[in-house]
């Protein structure tokens, strides 16, 4: 865990470095922030040993869940950049982190949004797996479907790559945290945010819409504050493949889900100033 995050912050130096900040020319496109810099974590899924999905099903290329979640998580965190937000990301390399580091790393840099990025995964199973296609955004409750279920399963995965450096949360963990009034708060807003998402990726996506769903995440479970995972698209598709793997796709993608962060973000500015102080009284954590 201190190795993860000693990592997590030479990771985060020499982004600073390598990619300086992008200042803002002139008004900002979207909606305005408040002066106070808002941070967003942006955690690429996967990663080193753990390649994640790979695909495409009948595919004559070959794609992994890995790569792609890392190029459009560095396109996100630039476009961030440009907006006037701040940006940690989890993994800038091909690299493991773990589900649990994840989220403790958004903790500690005292993150105001964590956005994890996904590529789905067909269930071998299905009558046509190679048919499935389709955008979605989870955030962070007990799955209520069969599908939701799945997809919490193939992205919790990851645990078995991982050295046991500290307890995995166990369901009682999970339950507990479900249940904390601070989570509830933010279940709210994440929720609030993934519709952002689906609405924004809505306007290009060549793949369905398939929801705003929820499902017991563990990479969301460690983060206290809104979190969402996007599952960009079906790398088992091989057209969506296609699109997900393309520097064109992959550029839509990540403007579309910066767009969502900074108008959630501004929306929240909104309520938050209309609420007034006494607001952030029902925040307090519950021991
Ligand atoms: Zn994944």
Same mark, same amino acid.
């Given at each position: 865990?201190?190795?993860?995050?000693?990592?997590?912050?030479?990771?985060?130096?020499?982004? =600073?470095?390598?990619?300086?900040?992008?200042?803002?020319?002139?008004?900002?496109?979207? !909606?305005?922030?408040?002066?106070? $810099?808002?941070?967003? /974590?942006? @955690?690429?899924?996967?990663?080193? !040993?753990?390649?994640?999905?790979?695909?495409?099903?009948?595919?004559?290329?070959?794609?992994?869940?890995?790569?792609?979640?890392?190029?459009?998580?560095?396109?996100?965190?630039?476009?961030?950049?440009?907006?006037?937000?701040? %940006?940690?990301?989890?993994?800038?390399?091909?690299?493991? +982190?773990?589900?649990?580091?994840?989220?403790?790393?958004?903790? &500690?840099?005292?993150? @105001?949004?964590?956005?994890?990025?996904?590529?789905?995964?067909?269930?071998?199973?299905?009558?046509?797996?190679?048919?499935?296609?389709?955008?979605?955004?989870?955030?962070?409750?007990?799955? $209520?479907?069969?599908?939701? $279920?799945? %997809?919490?399963?193939? #992205?919790?995965?990851?645990?078995?790559?991982?050295?046991?450096?500290?307890?995995?949360?166990?369901?009682?963990?999970?339950?507990? +945290?479900?249940? @904390?009034?601070? &989570?509830?708060?933010?279940?709210? #807003?994440?929720?609030?945010?993934?519709?952002? +998402?689906?609405?924004?990726?809505?306007?290009?996506? !060549?793949? !369905?819409?398939?929801?705003?769903?929820?499902?017991?995440?563990?990479?969301?479970?460690?983060?206290?504050?809104?979190?969402?995972?996007?599952?960009?698209?079906?790398?088992?598709?091989?057209? #969506?493949?296609?699109? +997900?793997?393309?520097?064109?796709?992959?550029?839509? /993608?990540?403007?579309?889900?910066?767009?969502?962060?900074?108008?959630?973000?501004?929306?929240?500015?909104?309520?938050?100033?209309?609420?007034?102080?006494?607001?952030?009284?029902?925040?307090? =954590? $519950?021991?």
């Amino acid at each position: 865990m201190r190795l993860a995050l000693l990592l997590a912050a030479a990771i985060n130096a020499a982004m =600073r470095t390598a990619t300086p900040s992008v200042a803002p020319v002139g008004p900002l496109a979207g !909606p305005a922030v408040s002066k106070a $810099k808002r941070l967003v /974590i942006v @955690d690429a899924g996967h990663g080193g !040993p753990d390649n994640g999905m790979h695909g495409p099903i009948g595919g004559k290329f070959k794609i992994l869940e890995k790569d792609i979640t890392l190029s459009v998580s560095k396109r996100l965190a630039h476009t961030l950049e440009e907006r006037g937000m701040d %940006v940690v990301m989890t993994r800038t390399t091909d690299t493991l +982190i773990a589900l649990s580091d994840r989220g403790r790393i958004a903790n &500690q840099r005292k993150g @105001d949004l964590f956005i994890s990025i996904h590529v789905n995964a067909a269930n071998p199973g299905w009558k046509d797996p190679g048919g499935a296609r389709g955008f979605e955004t989870y955030f962070l409750a007990e799955a $209520k479907t069969e599908d939701a $279920k799945r %997809v919490a399963q193939m #992205e919790n995965d990851v645990v078995r790559f991982e050295t046991s450096n500290g307890p995995a949360p166990s369901d009682d963990a999970l339950g507990f +945290i479900l249940n @904390d009034m601070a &989570q509830n708060e933010h279940l709210r #807003e994440s929720s609030d945010l993934a519709e952002l +998402i689906q609405e924004r990726l809505g306007k290009f996506h !060549p793949g !369905p819409s398939r929801g705003v769903k929820q499902a017991g995440f563990r990479v969301l479970v460690t983060a206290y504050m809104p979190a969402v995972l996007v599952e960009i698209g079906f790398g088992t598709n091989p057209a #969506e493949a296609a699109y +997900i793997n393309s520097a064109a796709g992959q550029e839509k /993608i990540s403007n579309a889900v910066a767009d969502a962060a900074v108008a959630y973000l501004a929306r929240y500015e909104r309520r938050r100033g209309s609420a007034g102080a006494g607001a952030t009284a029902t925040v307090a =954590r $519950k021991q």
